[in-house]
């Protein structure tokens, strides 16, 4: 299965003048995967990216992939209606360049 690469859609971000910030939610155990947030100074709205995570055998630790599960955009809340899931579509050229 393919997937869009965490490293190159956060270079494509950070070439549109946005910067990854410190805080991570980690939901890594159970549902295996860490959000990572990116912001612009001069706006509101924030790019949130869910990565895979998977669990390394033999110890209660997690790995990270480079591997994006969705991508959300906006400010607010899910539930309030602030925040907009991104759709991937792996057919277009636009997507086809971070894979």
Avoid at 31 to 55: C, M
Wanted: hydrophobic letters at 30%; one cysteine or more.
């Amino acid at each position: 299965m393919k997937f869009i690469k965490f490293s190159k859609y956060k270079k494509y971000l950070e070439s549109l003048g946005y910067v990854q910030e410190k805080h991570i939610d980690d939901y890594a155990n159970p549902l295996a995967f860490r959000r990572y947030y990116f912001s612009k100074p001069s706006d509101k709205k924030k790019y949130g990216i869910n990565v895979y995570t998977r669990s390394i055998p033999g110890s209660c630790g997690f790995e990270l992939t480079d591997n994006i599960m969705t991508i959300l955009y906006g400010c607010g809340s899910i539930y309030a209606g602030g925040i907009e899931k991104i759709n991937i579509d792996l057919r277009t050229k636009f997507w086809k360049q971070f894979i």
